[in-house]
DNA sequence: AATTCTCCCGAACGAACGTTCGGACGGGAC
DNA sequence: GTCCCGTCCGAACGTTCGTTCGGGAGAATT
């Protein structure tokens, strides 16, 4: 079970939790030596860098909160609704996951090269996944990057602030800024109701 | 002119655009040098050391934009023309000061000891003034702290994303987070009325 | 039995870091 | 003229950094 893969899962475990706490550039390659047991060499059989461990945090991340998001829309046909399904997957997931949402929020501009660029693209492609879900919408007379930024940022914040084991339940909290999204997005009384209705029952 | 004073705020100025741009623990001393003119040694002239510098630069920038939503609030009595009015400064002021309110936003657990309870104090203070306008409006479905923290999430992602030389003016930008905002934020529009009574009917 | 391969480490490398030391320069005070 | 003080710097301090080197233990392969 401490096998080879099972070592470099637990590395990239470990310096996920101290990168959310001290941050990436703070974090020396012997805190990540002391904490995960291994020794300051032996990291270096499992990882070409300390850049690359970043790489990899981030990059798994976001391929995994894409592949949630896609999974969670599959069936979802109304516009609205899968406005609301991104959102809520998306909140819950980084509730749930707060240490490597932080590390993909707040360690966005670290990485250099090929690393860079990977993970750019998919970023880009998340990011596309919602405009393109607020463009299908249509008609909201807000600018469509603001709205989609704007929208990024509320729920991107969440890693400055919010605590899971406080008053606020990911669920609510996903409910709460869905709402106050879509009410400020939606721009006519009809759908606005209609999408109440369907979410009351 | 490049009196004592004035070679401490030249120093604080080509800090502030270095942090921005690379980030506080990647810029050395000598990148602040060789930016400033002053030589290495001569910089602790001005100043006790490099935390000082980023403490310097959020003192200030907290207590600017605080003084700036305090006069910008002067006069202003309706709540929801409140709430708007903190938006719209808060935004522009961004906007126009993106280098100091990165290293405000992005910079925010670096300090440690006095200074970062000389920072935080500010923040509280800053934070507080709106959660007073959100809560001074009263009735809103939502969770106060959620939509203190939502609002200021979008409004401080700012930085990831937005360009002031590009097509988005800063005032366009400010009147769209304020409406996307106040639209789901306040309960008592017309249309919102409609929407709750279908709702809790 | 000999060889190769994977896994892992103690020790060290050169570079870069924030900071300090001792002193130089110049202008006002005595 | 001498002293002092604010301003400023070259050079160095001790430390820490990311990374590498050379090799050992043990399993697998030949």
Redesign the interface.
């Known amino acids: 079970m401490v096998s080879s893969d099972g070592r470099l899962e637990h590395l990239i475990a470990t310096a996920t939790g101290i990168f959310a706490k001290q941050?990436y550039?703070?974090t020396s390659m012997r805190d990540l030596s002391r904490a995960s047991g291994l020794s300051l060499a032996g990291m270096y059989h499992y990882v070409r860098s300390k850049d690359e461990i970043l790489f990899l945090i981030q990059d798994r991340c976001f391929a995994e909160v894409q592949a949630g998001a896609e999974a969670a829309l599959d069936g979802v046909q109304d516009g609205a609704e899968r406005i609301r399904t991104f959102i809520r997957h998306h909140v819950v997931f980084f509730a749930g996951h707060m240490d490597k949402m932080k590390v993909l929020s707040?360690e966005?501009?670290?990485l250099t090269g090929t690393m860079r660029e990977r993970v750019r693209e998919r970023k880009r492609a998340y990011v596309d996944l919602l405009t393109g879900l607020l463009q299908d919408h249509g008609a909201s007379d807000?600018?469509p990057?603001?709205?989609t930024?704007?929208?990024?940022?509320?729920?991107?914040?969440?890693y400055?602030?919010?605590r899971p084991d406080g008053p606020?339940t990911p669920e609510?909290?996903a409910d709460?800024?869905a709402?106050?999204?879509?009410?400020?997005?939606l721009p006519s009384?009809r759908t606005?109701?209609d999408l109440?209705?369907s979410h009351?029952g």
């Open positions: 941050g550039h703070a707040h966005d501009e670290e807000l600018n990057g603001v709205a930024y704007a929208l990024f940022g509320m729920m991107n914040w969440i400055t602030w919010y606020v609510s909290l709460d800024m709402r106050l999204f879509l009410t400020g997005f009384t606005a109701t109440v209705a009351g």
